[in-house]
């Protein structure tokens, strides 16, 4: 990790935050039709916290909303595989309480933007706040960046995908992550996982083998 151009800071954990961030991460996506107001909260360095599991698909085509969030996890519990009925959908669940790192928000046109956030552990906040992930000469976040702005103009020459403009998918999809309903950030201090959630909420993080104590709240 780098804090910038003239000092380093590795924290003592370092190698455990590289091995739950990094090893099978891969791109999600979701498309939501969200106000101005909202998308105006998201800024690159911005860390957010969702009380609410966090639905997304593997699948992306041509973005008919407004909005489109790009995660980059290696967390995403694939639960497409758990149901036949969500197949269709490439349904995929980040857990409850989980962090994420906004890296960037890019406006395509007026009517488009498109906005990356990195899934990343509770415990490892202030080490991503202020630092950019270093592998070698690799700048992991400009990686992600790169990656996900080709991903959007690639995608923008293919169809729509119908299945992600289901009733049902945008109703589970269709909200601004990490902020309320008046579209402020939630604070990052972890809330009680509800009753009636704690099976997913247990379910995700046994299937993604989030099983050590780096995303656990203090």
Not at 127 to 148: C, E, G, P, Q, R
Not at 206 to 217: Q, R, Y
């Amino acid at each position: 990790m780098t804090e910038d151009t003239h000092h380093s800071f590795l924290p003592d954990n370092i190698d455990e935050i590289i091995h739950w961030t990094l090893p099978g991460m891969a791109m999600f996506y979701r498309d939501c039709s969200l106000p101005a107001q909202a998308i105006a909260q998201y800024e690159p360095g911005l860390i957010l916290r969702s009380p609410c599991f966090v639905d997304m698909s593997y699948f992306a085509g041509k973005p008919v909303k407004n909005c489109r969030f790009v995660v980059a996890s290696s967390k995403a519990a694939p639960l497409f595989e758990l149901d036949p009925a969500v197949a269709k959908w490439g349904l995929h669940t980040i857990n409850c309480n989980s962090i994420f790192k906004v890296l960037d928000v890019y406006q395509t046109t007026a009517q488009f933007t498109q906005i990356v956030l990195w899934h990343i552990p509770y415990r490892a906040i202030e080490v991503f706040k202020s630092s950019s992930l270093m592998m070698a000469d690799l700048d992991v976040d400009a990686y992600i960046i790169k990656n996900a702005r080709e991903s959007l103009h690639q995608k923008m020459d293919m169809e729509v995908m119908t299945e992600l403009e289901e009733r049902a998918w945008v109703k589970r999809t269709n909200f601004a992550i990490g902020l309320n309903d008046d579209y402020a950030a939630y604070a990052l201090k972890a809330t009680p996982v509800p009753d009636k959630s704690r099976s997913l909420f247990n379910a995700v993080k046994k299937i993604t083998g989030d099983l050590t104590d780096l995303n656990e709240a203090f």
